[in-house]
């Protein structure tokens, strides 16, 4: 072997990257001491860039292609080698590989419930999560600003803090959208886009876009998801009236198939259909012709209006329901006062008690303050 032979075989003449950890956004070339031959090949393939640093200095950035490294396509990496034009010497500088693939299906949701005062509710709390992705624009600033020196720099590296970023940005989006809580699940792609849209200076300074950003679900705490059912479950009654029947049919049909209920669901049964046949003889009568329909009677009564419960707001926190009485005794201790927040059902958001009409009357029948002592 020559000394030529020699000299070639320390000198690096191929720079290419592969990669199948679909997780690795920068692998910086391992060069193990071995200088960089002026005239190497350079591979950069599709959803790649190659970002070369001389001297600590942020050089030549190479799109997907096929480079030999000489001074016409290097035109930064010769301005700060001071090569002439001809001058074929080996040089050493670092070669960092980024990917500019979409990284996808990456997770971000609310680490603690979102604040926020819904137009329905009142003050209430929500959870939100979802999918996005990412990818480098710059390869040049995502090296400077974020990966520095790091010979290989993964995807969760740098996924918690776009995480913080998109919940940052989503609390202030959806606290400001003055969207009802009940119509969030209808408008979850415009909320994904105004997120993204928000965000998108931000990362843009890393060198950075996020393509793509869902809201996957919207949830609200469980004891408000319970009064919605129960609301939910009012609504789909309708009639009570006919709610009743409906139960009772449904009660002999259960009793009528549970042979071990004996003589009671037989006589549950019996008197659930006399009453039922009562109620439905009531509505006919016989005539000349057959059964005729009449109009009953009298018309029944209007049920009971529903007695108003309320609820207290303090120091952020909300107690209730309580009852009118309830609240009565509370005036009485003084734990209720003319200022206390207040809210029921039916209210366009919370008042002072002294200025709600049902329970001003509460501060009135109190006794004046004793005179003093003689």
Do not use: C
Request: charged fraction near 20%.
């Amino acid at each position: 072997m020559g000394i030529f032979d020699f000299l070639t075989g320390e000198f690096i003449d191929v720079i290419e990257w592969t990669d199948d950890t679909r997780d690795t956004m920068v692998w910086r070339f391992q060069r193990e001491g071995h200088e960089i031959k002026y005239g190497a090949k350079l591979t950069v393939r599709e959803g790649q860039a190659a970002v070369f640093v001389h001297e600590g200095q942020l050089a030549d950035v190479f799109t997907p292609g096929l480079y030999m490294l000489e001074t016409n396509n290097m035109p930064v990496m010769t301005t700060l080698q001071h090569w002439d034009h001809g001058f074929k010497s080996p040089f050493k500088s670092e070669i960092y590989f980024v990917s500019t693939t979409r990284f996808n299906n990456l997770k971000w949701g609310t680490k603690n419930p979102i604040m926020l005062r819904d137009p329905e509710f009142g003050p209430t709390r929500l959870r939100a999560f979802g999918t996005y992705t990412v990818r480098v624009t710059d390869p040049g600033r995502f090296l400077q600003e974020i990966v520095g020196t790091d010979g290989e720099f993964t995807m969760d590296e740098i996924s918690y803090q776009i995480r913080n970023i998109i919940v940052q940005e989503f609390s202030r989006a959806i606290a400001a959208s003055g969207i009802p809580v009940l119509d969030m699940a209808a408008n979850t792609a415009d909320l994904g886009k105004l997120v993204a849209g928000a965000i998108s200076n931000t990362v843009a300074e890393y060198g950075l876009t996020l393509p793509e950003l869902y809201v996957e679900n919207i949830s609200l705490p469980p004891a408000v998801e319970k009064a919605l059912d129960k609301r939910t479950s009012m609504g789909l009654a309708g009639d009570l009236g006919a709610y009743t029947q409906y139960s009772a049919a449904e009660a002999m049909t259960t009793a009528a198939a549970n042979p071990s209920g004996g003589g009671m669901g037989a006589g549950l049964g019996v008197g659930m259909g006399m009453a039922m046949g009562q109620q439905m003889a009531g509505h006919s009568q016989p005539g000349p012709w057959g059964a005729r329909p009449v109009e009953p009677s009298q018309t029944p009564p209007p049920p009971p209006k529903a007695e108003a419960v309320w609820h207290i707001a303090e120091n952020g926190q909300t107690r209730g329901p309580f009852s009118r009485a309830a609240m009565g005794r509370m005036a009485s201790a003084g734990e209720l006062t003319r200022q206390s927040q207040v809210w029921t059902a039916g209210q366009d958001g919370w008042m002072q008690a002294g200025d709600v009409t049902e329970l001003a009357q509460l501060f009135t029948v109190l006794p004046p303050p004793p005179p003093p002592p003689m």
